[in-house]
């Protein structure tokens, strides 16, 4: 009787933990759903495309720490440096997990994306973590908030320059020591007359 009763009372809290859940499943196929398109539209370079996923009041900070804000500054980070520099993904953007939900109307999530870009000249592949906040309007989910970063210890970046400094500092050896040679032989024929 007592176990009738006990299953009577919280039937109701097992169902609607039960609805929560299908309901959170739909949010986050609809998020994959909306990645998916988004990840295409960048790999299409239609910037058009790319921006009907976007809040019109977006923030976004890139991996040179520059930050844009709306979809005109967006745009024209896009025109100046990314459509050139962009050559695609090796690893499109992977979440760490399913979306971290505020309610039924914004998500965060968290991830890597492994991408290659020629900058100037060369080509690089940029391993970058990734924050992404998108809010649900009008029933379609936008992309609130981005933020992207690039390890400051350890990138391509980084690797080239310390490999010129090392070859400046090469060629500094071999002139230094070319020119103490010179004026050592300079000196001696000079010295001896």
Same mark, same amino acid.
């Given at each position: 009787?007592?176990?009738?009763?006990?299953?009577?009372?919280?039937?109701?809290?097992?169902?609607?933990?039960?609805?929560?859940?299908?309901?959170?499943?739909?949010?986050?196929?609809?998020?994959?759903?909306?990645?998916?398109?988004?990840?295409?539209?960048?790999?299409?370079?239609? /910037?058009?495309?790319?921006?009907?996923? /976007?809040?019109? #009041?977006?923030?976004?900070?890139?991996?040179?720490?520059?930050?844009?804000?709306?979809?005109?500054?967006?745009?024209?980070?896009? #025109?100046?440096?990314?459509? #050139?520099?962009?050559?695609?993904? &090796?690893?499109?953007?992977?979440?760490?997990?399913?979306?971290?939900?505020?309610?039924? #109307?914004?998500?965060?999530?968290?991830?890597?994306?492994?991408?290659?870009?020629?900058?100037?000249?060369?080509?690089?592949?940029?391993?970058?973590?990734?924050?992404?906040?998108?809010?649900?309007?009008?029933? &379609?989910?936008?992309?609130?908030?981005?933020?992207?970063?690039?390890?400051?210890?350890?990138?391509?970046?980084?690797?080239?320059?310390?490999?010129?400094?090392?070859?400046?500092?090469?060629?500094?050896?071999?002139?230094?020591?070319?020119?103490?040679?010179?004026?050592?032989?300079?000196? &001696?024929?000079?010295?001896?007359?």
């Amino acid at each position: 009787m007592k176990r009738l009763l006990l299953s009577l009372l919280l039937s109701p809290l097992t169902l609607h933990a039960q609805e929560a859940v299908v309901a959170n499943d739909a949010i986050h196929q609809q998020l994959r759903d909306t990645r998916i398109e988004i990840i295409a539209a960048i790999e299409s370079r239609d /910037v058009d495309r790319m921006l009907k996923f /976007v809040h019109p #009041d977006v923030v976004v900070t890139w991996q040179n720490g520059e930050s844009t804000q709306g979809v005109a500054e967006l745009r024209a980070f896009y #025109d100046r440096m990314g459509k #050139d520099a962009f050559v695609g993904y &090796k690893i499109p953007h992977e979440p760490d997990g399913l979306s971290i939900l505020h309610g039924g #109307d914004t998500a965060l999530s968290t991830g890597l994306v492994v991408a290659n870009y020629k900058l100037l000249g060369r080509d690089y592949e940029f391993t970058s973590r990734w924050t992404a906040t998108l809010v649900l309007q009008e029933g &379609k989910w936008l992309v609130a908030g981005y933020h992207v970063s690039l390890n400051a210890l350890d990138n391509p970046i980084l690797t080239a320059a310390k490999s010129a400094l090392w070859i400046a500092g090469g060629i500094g050896f071999l002139v230094g020591g070319l020119v103490i040679y010179l004026l050592k032989r300079r000196c &001696k024929s000079s010295c001896a007359t």
